[in-house]
């Protein structure tokens, strides 16, 4: 009877040691997800950024093109000498 009490113990301890590193690699794992997806929220932070700065310029650039009231059509034509 004691012998079999003593296995049980080391079988309970092995078990725990198991579930112990279990969890630690369950940690980390989810430390290492963590960090990734601030890394990557970042990212895609800085590219939306781009995006709305190069659609902003763009329509900069559109609106340089555009004739506005009082500006005649400039497009396509050489100005005048003056």
């Known amino acids: 009877m004691e012998a079999k ?3 049980v113990r080391l079988s309970r301890r092995v078990l ?5 590193s279990l ?4 940690r980390e794992e989810i430390s290492r997800l963590r960090a ?6 970042g990212e895609n932070r800085r590219y939306a950024g ?3 700065e190069r659609d902003r310029r ?6 340089m093109l555009e004739p506005g009231p009082g500006r005649e059509e400039t497009r396509g034509r050489v100005p005048s000498p003056a």
């Open 58 to 63: 763009i329509g900069h650039l559109e609106g």
């Open 5 to 7: 009490l003593q296995s």
């Open 23 to 26: 969890e630690r690699s369950r």
């Open 36 to 41: 990734a997806n601030r890394r990557l929220r």
């Open 50 to 52: 781009a995006l709305v």
């Open 16 to 20: 725990m040691n198991l579930l112990g």
